[in-house]
């Protein structure tokens, strides 16, 4: 019945002509990374609030029923439940939490879904244990897989810790998405700029030659300009 009312709640929040919009910013063609995804063209904080809402209402079976809606906005709001779960959580709960997260990554399947839970779930319950994980997700061939390994680590970033983070950047260098080049570069310029900015160069100055172009310049982006030229000109 709670799930039943969380979907009402969200189509008395959707918007038409944001929804037009979102279809073509989240790439939802034919051919394309978001191909499929159906958009109710409502706004983040308002699914945050509804995912406040009803966090303590929905089951573990209401959750995964959202995370396998085609609504991209059902599978936010179950995802943002996820993260105040694992957040609120005891130990016993954020291992729980983790277990569903990892056991539906086929539809954590945006880059937007991947963003706001990879480090909030993978990366923070990882902190701690053998991160193997994110090597196996590394290795995946799924975009969103690959793109959780990444974006997990931005979570041992925040506590100055690299080394998965140029780990895993190698890992996917070979990569052929935009959407891993840009992840990747944005973390590489996060352990420059929270861990150690001479960590990154050194990084960039064995690696940059061979790194796709996306990749170096999301990475450069905090670096002093000459810096940055000359990496490009390499």
Known sequence: MNLAKLKTDLR???????AKVLQSFFKTGKGEYGEGDIFLGITVPR?????????TELSANDLEKLLKSKIHEERLVGILILVAKFQKGEE??????????LKHTRNINNWDLVDLSAPNIVGEYLLTKDRET?????????????RIAILSTFAF????????????????????????????????????????????????DKHATIMPRTMLRYAIERLPEKTKKNYLKR
Request: hydrophobic share 40%.
């Open 134 to 146: 994110l090597y196996q997700l590394a290795g995946s061939h799924n975009l969103w897989e690959k």
């Open 47 to 55: 699914q945050r609030a509804l995912a406040k809402k009803y966090e």
């Open 92 to 101: 016993n709960e954020k291992g729980e939490v983790f277990r569903f997260y």
């Open 12 to 18: 008395q929040a959707s918007s038409p002509a944001k």
């Open 157 to 204: 970033i925040k506590r100055g810790q690299s080394r998965d983070a140029l780990a895993i950047s190698q890992i996917l260098f070979n990569d052929s998405h935009d959407l891993i080049h840009k992840a990747v570069g944005w973390m590489l310029r996060e352990v420059g700029k929270r861990c150690d900015q001479k960590i990154l160069t050194d990084f960039l």
